[in-house]
């Protein structure tokens, strides 16, 4: 199973954009669709964006559809998340996971990383 750290994360003006990386150990991150969750206060952890093993096909959630981009580099071992146009409720944690398939998710959370949008 591959461990993740997600990392990027800060504070930023509404309006802004911010990049979060999660970095993948071991041989098989290739082997695994990738995707980014998010957890505001006092709310479930929602999905955010998934892309698939190869980085040819991806998917997300509407509330960040036209603003966020999910992207994946295999030789670094990393997935990436893009984030522009942000608003106040795009603050949460967010979490980086792995799965056999997009859609399908290990029940294995790192410790995420904090995005603040202030108006």
């Known amino acids: 199973q591959v461990q993740l750290v997600e990392s990027g994360g800060g504070s930023v003006q509404a309006g802004g954009s911010r990049g979060l990386s999660c970095a993948g150990s071991?041989?098989?991150?290739?082997?695994?669709?990738m995707g980014w969750f998010r957890q505001a206060p006092g709310k479930e952890r929602v999905f955010v964006a998934a892309i698939s093993r190869s980085g040819s096909m991806t998917s997300y959630a509407e509330f960040v559809k036209g603003r966020f981009t999910i992207s994946r580099d295999n030789a670094k071992n990393t997935v990436y998340l893009q984030m522009n146009s942000l608003k106040p409720e795009d603050t949460a944690v967010y979490y980086c996971?792995?799965?056999?398939?997009?859609?399908?998710?290990?029940?294995?959370w790192g410790q995420g990383t904090q995005v603040t949008v202030s108006s």
């Open positions: 996971n792995a799965g056999p398939t997009m859609g399908s998710w290990f029940n294995y």
């Open positions: 071991g041989r098989t991150f290739s082997s695994y669709a």
